[in-house]
Each structure stands twice: as C-alpha cells, then as structure tokens.
C-alpha cells in the first residue's frame, strides 16, 4: 500500500467491511478497531478474499483509550471512518446509559486520542435516527432535528459535539457527517 493506513472503527460490521473493501480497491491499508459486540471476524475474512488483502485487525473496544494509542503508536494513521457504535432503536430504549457509553463517550475517547496524535480527519457514521419523526420521505438533510430514542439522540449528541469542536478557535479538525 502506498498511501497512510486508514483507521476504521467497527470495520467488522457490515458497513465498516463494506467500506474496506472500498478502502483496499483505493489503495489504502484498513486498520480496523472493532470490539466484535454487533460483528464478527469472518467478514474481514470474507474483505481479504475479495480483495486479496487482509485489513489489520485489532479486537479492541473504542472506550480503550490506551488500546487505541498502541494502535496509533503502530500504524501512521492518516484519518479515521467511526462506524462503531451500538445500534438498535428498541434496544435502546432499553438501555440507554449503555448506548451513550459506546457511541457518546466511545466517541469522545476516540477523538481525544486522534488529537493527541494530531489526527484531524474523521468521517463520522451517523443515522437518520436524529431527524425523529420525519415531515417526509425523503428525509432531506435540511429537515430540523428530533431524535425520538436513546440511540438516535446518541447519534445527535456526537454530531453536535464534533460541530462543536470543529467551531472552536484554531481548530483543525476535519469532519464528514454521513
């Protein structure tokens, strides 16, 4: 690979893999982070059938700031695809504290190590969640806010926070809301 590794969190879930696929046909290296709760192993090594190159894997979870740093440490990390997250509506009403823990708090500790190794590129999966109830279909990106559950205002809340910081004086962050 010539070009920087690419970091991509929950890269063993169906659109993480999806997009190393898309990441080795680019010619950049996936490392991906992924602590297997909503994914399994076998799709990365459906990845490097496909393609004929195996993603770096770490079985990690993204609330581990220090298993996060040995990854930085070991790869020149260029930028960083956040697919990770819990992510069903139902479960979430179910237990909330557990969805802002990964996606909310996993999220912060995963900026807060990128800004420790400069790392200023991110683009961040989000969801259609955070538009609530939508006025109609198609939702347009336009619409107001208003998530309705626990995850789709886990969604919001990381939205906000990476606004947030991309707003700050001096900032050099990067982010793509998808």
Known sequence: ???????????????????????????????????????????LKRVAQITGVEPVFYEADINDKEALRTIFNAHNI??????????????????????????VAGTLSLTEVMEEFRVWKLIFSSSATVYGDPVSVPIDE??????TNPYGRSKLIVEDILRDISRAPGSQWNFSLL
């Open 142 to 147: 336009t619409f107001a806010t208003a998530a």
């Open 1 to 43: 690979m010539s070009r920087s590794p690419i970091l991509v969190t929950g890269g063993a879930g169906f659109i993480g893999s999806h997009v190393c696929i898309e990441l080795i046909n680019s010619g950049y290296l996936p490392v991906v982070v992924d602590n297997l709760i909503n994914s399994k192993p076998e799709s």
């Open 78 to 103: 260029e930028a960083v695809m956040h697919f990770a997250g819990l992510k069903a509506v139902g479960e979430s009403n179910q237990i909330p504290m557990k969805y802002y823990r990964y996606n």
